[in-house]
């Protein structure tokens, strides 16, 4: 286990870390996969199977995540996947949040999804209250997105290693300055 990285900010990384692109390692084949893996990332899964339905939503979810994780690094979050992530909370049987030492969020449902969201959410507003949102971050680099947490004293990270994808947008950058003659400096 990673000590630097704060449970609840673990589980919306890994989340999100489903899907390698760099590897183009997708964790979530199929919805048999999607199971299994929630059953190994400590997800309550119930008795009820997953659908391709439910592999859609879940996607939609990973990707809307990744997006704001995009958008806390300064790099451009996709709009659309933001939109689809919302339809799938939007569609969610209601949740109601119950307070007395604290909140805790209760789902009108509880097949296996709803919990999966629960669980998502109930990380990402403990992140919020531990004000470390900001630091679960996701790389710029097209071919890596990968998600991570940001443990500088400035929160400046920007990808995921400086010397792997950041060094490689740097140089894109230059050569693309270079090649158009707009280089100064
Ligand atoms: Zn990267």
Redesign the pocket.
Known sequence: MDVTVPAPAAVVRDFVNSFEPQTDEESWGTPAALQQWLADHEYSVGPDGLDALCLQRAKDLREGLRSLLMQHAGHEASHAAVERMQSVLASLAPMTSLGLGGTVLVSAGDTTFDLVVLRLLEAVRRCETAGIWDRLKA?E?SS?L?AYYDTSRNRSRR???ME??GNVLKMQRRAARTSTGTARH
């Open positions: 790389c680099r890596c990968w990808w995921c290693s792997g994808c």
